[in-house]
């Protein structure tokens, strides 16, 4: 039996759930299955089959950092009064290096990546770079997509440019989303960055560090049969070889059913590739790609059932 799921739940989507994350264990006979393809991934590019079969885990956290009981006249209090912005900006400096590694101490940012290559012109292309702008970080595209932590500044909460006042800033916060590999802990990574944003805060101003959602990273196994029949179909349809690639969402349900079903194979694919731009306004997904991922489908369930008889019968 093949299982298959499509717009599997996720901590970065408010509007889902976690429903499927829950039923799964719960009703683990009816929906068992030797077969599971999650089909919330996406090629590399248009007409560019791939599995993937990394994802990087998630922490989003809100630091928040007091120092005044109230706003005070940068010109009368200004040099001598501690401002939390100030505060807030040298403690997230300390989260990246001057190439632009991501720097906590206590996680591993040296990991690299064995599979497909991300190609760096593809991924400025794809990133819409601008022009003069460098790619960060001291590794490969893919060591830094899909190997390494990665922490993203998500917002900060301060006075707007438009409209400020000349005083000092008397607290402030951000929204940071921190990515990990898999074989990193999300708990042992969140604690990782909440010690390391506490030790950095200067002039002794009160921090707070509330945490919002957690995802595990996922690793794929690539050695069965299942493997190997969707890479036929892709090639069958596509008519080039499927890639193997990883990606940078969570999609926390796969390790629900990992660990629901440790035998079972799991693909994830789709049609999402770059040029899709997921969650941005103006999403789109070429037709192009939901035909032949849909051909690619139905080839693997044509063959899939003859990999999977035993011997003899």
Not at 52 to 66: A, D, F, H, P, Q
Request: charged residues 20%; glycine residues 10%; aromatic residues 4%.
């Amino acid at each position: 039996m093949a299982l298959g799921v499509s717009g599997a739940p996720s901590p970065e989507r408010p509007d889902h759930t976690g429903g499927l994350e829950a039923f799964v264990p719960d009703h683990a006979d009816l929906l068992r299955a030797d077969m599971i393809l999650v089909c919330d991934t996406g090629n590399a590019a248009v007409g560019i089959p791939a599995a993937t079969v990394s994802l990087r885990g998630m922490v989003n956290v809100v630091v928040t950092v007091e120092a005044l009981a109230g706003e005070l006249h940068s010109g009368m209090f200004g040099g001598a009064a501690p401002d939390a912005l100030a505060a807030l900006v040298a403690m997230l400096a300390t989260l990246r290096d001057s190439e632009g590694n991501t720097t906590i101490s206590g996680l591993d940012n040296s990991q690299t990546w064995s599979g497909e290559k991300h190609p760096p012109d593809q991924f400025r292309h794809d990133a819409g770079v601008v022009d003069g702008a460098s790619l960060v970080g001291d590794g490969s595209v893919s060591d830094m997509l899909w190997a390494r932590p990665a922490v993203t500044i998500l917002g900060i909460d301060c006075a707007p440019v438009v409209g400020s006042a000349s005083s000092i800033t008397p607290s402030a916060a951000a929204r940071l989303n921190l990515r990990i590999p898999p074989g990193m802990a999300p708990e042992k990574a969140r604690d990782a960055l909440v010690e390391q944003l506490r030790a950095a805060a200067p002039w002794g101003v009160k921090v707070a560090v509330d945490t919002e959602a957690m995802g595990a990273p996922f690793r794929a196994a690539t050695e069965g049969p299942g493997y190997q029949a969707i890479n036929d179909a892709m090639r069958e349809a596509f008519g080039r070889p499927m890639a193997s690639l990883g990606q940078g969402g969570s999609i926390p349900l796969c390790n629900v059913f990992a660990d629901t079903y440790p035998d079972a194979e799991m693909i994830l694919m789709g049609v999402e590739e770059p040029q899709c731009l997921i969650h941005a306004p103006n999403e789109s997904v070429d037709p192009n790609e939901i035909e032949k991922m849909a051909l690619a489908e139905a080839l693997f369930l044509r063959d899939y059932g003859s990999r999977r008889v035993p011997a003899g019968r």
